[in-house]
Nanobody, 116 residues
């Protein structure tokens, strides 16, 4: 499994939306689970949600109903659509596979800042 690259972060007002992208490199199977995580300043990295088995998704309770994960296998992209953003969503967002996570391999992440 090659590295993943996150993009799409930025500064948005409370209630706004952003769509993050996670680009694969290499040739991941369409069944590869991809999870999104986030880390706020001074906090531990936390799981946000993930996409499994082609198109099944699960979300943390804190984002359920506001965030949606999808994938474009042809373009080797996984998306995190974030709606109704709150200041507490401010964090660096990362995507990763279970294998790379277990090996301690992380990308640069993308910063999301939500202003109140």
């Amino acid at each position: 499994q090659g590295p993943l690259v996150e993009s799409g972060g930025g500064l948005v007002q409370e209630g706004g939306s952003l769509r993050l992208s996670c680009a694969h490199s290499g040739s991941p199977s369409v069944l590869t689970a991809i999870n999104w995580y986030r880390q706020a300043p001074g906090e531990q990295r936390e799981w946000v949600g993930g996409i499994f088995n082609v198109a099944s998704t699960k979300y943390a309770d804190s984002v359920k109903g506001r965030f949606t994960i999808s994938r474009d296998n042809g373009k080797k992209l996984v998306f995190l659509q974030m709606n109704n953003l709150k200041p507490e969503d401010t964090a660096v967002y990362y995507c990763n596979t279970p294998l790379r996570k277990d090996r301690g391999l992380w990308g640069q992440g993308t910063q999301v800042t939500v202003s109140s």
